[in-house]
């Protein structure tokens, strides 16, 4: 079982706009709404992908309720949620349609108590017993320590259970230092991390730093891996048209599958460039595009190996 572990879930709320304009009003012409949060959206990834999944993390309110029914319907997912008093947070997402460019609100979450929190690292650590891999995903809502995920990497090592760190900010800097498997930034975030604004540079230097491994992000530009195994970049064909919402999150779950699958990084880096860009040609996060994905498979170009490689100084991050 791969567990994944949410502390902001969220309900993702998906407006369709002709075009978007400030000062004005829209008529919407669809709304989707579905489970959200990073952790949520590599959970149904890699449901899809056929393997055993475990969604737990904080979830409370009528919100909560929500997300939770939605996650009944995902097959080859268990919710192993933690009810809290708090709130779920929303999210929302509102698609030009005549750009493709979308603009994203994200409430910041219920808050926590200490109690609250006490009782998830317990609860989580009764979840690790029989779980063989776990990503530690997105941001904390209001009241959980910034330390979190650094306190959650200590606890997964000492079960001995594979680790992937995907998160931004004072809590990747302190997770990092807890030496978790594998960081999966991407350039923006890399370089707040590291001070350094040249890719490779910036992924050598967050290793440095503790990770085991470092993934980073490209955007269109694919991935870049550092490894004790080597260095590799991943690129798809093309530039992807379409939203790049949740890409970076099937990201996570094409390494997450490959590490389970005891797969060679060069795999594990084709199976996550195909994704992500399939992800970009789906309609909302936490899906991909199958055709577009077996399809992309046999057409991503991963070059390096045992010596460093380069990679451009500019990067759009994948979200």
């Known amino acids: 079982m791969i567990l994944t572990v949410t502390l902001n879930t969220a309900l993702d709320i998906t407006y369709r706009v002709r075009s978007l304009r400030p000062h004005a009003s829209h008529r919407v012409s669809d709304v989707a709404e579905r489970p959200g949060g990073k952790g949520v959206n590599v959970a149904r990834v890699l449901a899809a992908l056929g393997h055993e999944v475990t969604v737990t993390g904080l979830v409370g309110g009528v919100t909560g309720d929500q997300v939770r029914e939605r996650l009944a319907h995902t097959p080859g997912l268990t919710d192993a949620l933690m009810p809290v008093a708090g709130t779920t947070r929303r999210t929302i997402a509102v698609v030009d349609a005549l750009s493709g460019d979308t603009t994203q609100l994200n409430e910041p979450g219920p808050q926590i108590g200490p109690a609250e929190w006490a009782a998830f690292q317990g609860f989580y650590g009764e979840l690790l017993r029989s779980a063989s891999a776990v990503a530690l995903s997105g941001s904390l809502p209001p009241g959980v320590p910034v330390g979190a995920y650094a306190g959650l990497i200590r606890t997964a090592r000492a079960a001995g259970v594979p680790v992937l760190l995907d998160t931004d900010g004072e809590p990747l800097r302190r997770g990092v230092a807890a030496r978790p498997d594998i960081i999966k930034p991407n350039a923006e975030e890399l370089a707040e ?112 190996g045992t010596h460093a490689v380069t990679a451009p100084e500019r990067a759009q991050p994948l979200t």
């Open 193 to 304: 991390l590291t001070g350094a604004h040249d890719p490779l540079r910036a992924t050598q230097d967050a290793r440095r730093r503790g990770a085991h491994a470092v993934v980073s992000s490209l955007g269109p530009a694919g991935l870049l891996a550092v490894t004790p195994e080597g260095h590799w970049r991943a690129a798809p064909p093309a530039r992807i048209p379409g939203n790049p919402t949740g890409a970076g999150d099937s990201v996570v779950a094409g390494l997450l599958s490959g590490l389970v699958e005891h797969l060679p990084w060069p795999e594990r880096l084709t199976r996550a460039t195909a994704l992500s860009a399939a992800t970009v040609r789906a309609p909302g996060a936490g899906e991909f595009d199958r055709e577009s994905y077996e399809e992309l498979r046999g057409r991503i170009t991963v070059t390096g």
